[in-house]
């Protein structure tokens, strides 16, 4: 699981939902139960459920023993607060390819990344076709 957001991540309600959006996307890749994560933490199962709706606030220690229950870690990354945001189309395509990144394998992301990589070269060329 990887977080990266562009401020502090636990105080306000929308980053709340995506870490929730995050632990619940990768509880049901692995096919666990909310009784089965609880329990390995020490929760209940209302609380990790909370947690997953981003009804919850929760300590990074518990993010911390929801990541190990997952088989996962955490990275949280400060930004400097005066970059400028993205527009909300390329928001919207970092964080559907964030939320792919987190469930796939090393295999596939290593066949994704050389699509992106091809990609990426034939944009140059795509541009001045388009001029």
Do not use: C
Request: no cysteine; charged share 30%.
């Amino acid at each position: 699981m990887t977080l990266h957001e562009n401020a502090a991540p636990y105080t306000r309600p929308m980053d709340r939902a995506r870490i929730g959006q995050l632990v619940q996307a990768r509880r049901k890749q692995l096919r666990l139960t909310l009784e089965r994560v609880a329990e390995s933490i020490g929760q209940t199962r209302g609380n990790v459920s909370h947690i997953e709706h981003g009804t919850y606030s929760t300590s990074i220690d518990t993010l911390a023993a929801i990541g190990r229950a997952l088989g996962s870690r955490w990275e949280v990354r400060f930004v400097p607060a005066e970059l400028p945001e993205r527009a909300p189309l390329r928001q919207q395509l970092v964080d559907k390819m964030d939320a792919i990144a987190d469930l796939m394998d090393e295999r596939d992301a290593r066949i994704l990344l050389a699509q992106l990589e091809v990609y990426e070269a034939e944009l140059p060329s795509q541009r001045q076709a388009n001029k």
